[in-house]
């Protein structure tokens, strides 16, 4: 009895550990993530004023001109040199390009504009998340 209750200890012990040394390594590089958090706020933004159906040309510009310019931090905040990590981060790139010439003055136009957007990075997040 006094063995097993030894080896659960030591498991416990273990996995607490092991958490405290995950969640410090997580911590070391905060770009990755606030890069994310930023491109989320503004893609959301862009959502809530497509369901509102108050898409204000000034204001879209605004996002989709931010959101361009936080994704050309992904390659090299993220540092993975990975081929199709790094196609994707251009395509990404070209598409919010696209999306800033088009300035969408409709909603449905921002909606036609952030879906081909919205495509890349779901695939993204599905290969790398």
Same mark, same amino acid.
């Given at each position: %009895? ?6 659960? !200890?030591? !498991? ?17 590089? +905060? %770009? +990755?993530?606030?890069? %994310?958090?930023? %491109? =989320? ?13 108050q898409c204000d040309p000034v204001k879209v510009q605004h ?28 395509? !990404?790139?070209?598409? !919010? ?6 300035? +969408? ?10 879906? +081909?957007? =919205?495509?890349?990075? #779901?695939?993204?997040? #599905?290969?790398?998340?």
């Open positions: %009895m006094r063995a097993a209750l030894m080896i659960l !200890l030591g !498991l416990v012990i273990g996995v607490i550990g092991t958490a405290n040394v995950m969640n410090a390594l997580a911590a070391r590089n +905060p %770009m +990755p993530k606030a890069v %994310m958090e930023t %491109m =989320g706020y503004h893609v959301g933004e862009l959502k809530n004023a497509i369901k509102a159906r996002h989709l001109a931010r959101l361009e310019s936080t994704a050309s931090d992904i390659t090299p905040v993220f540092g993975i040199d990975e081929k199709a990590f790094t196609d994707d981060a251009a395509q !990404l790139q070209e598409r !919010l390009h696209q999306a800033v010439q088009a300035a +969408p003055a409709s909603c449905a136009a921002v909606a036609a504009a952030i879906k +081909p957007v =919205g495509e890349t990075c #779901q695939s993204c997040h #599905q290969q790398y998340r």
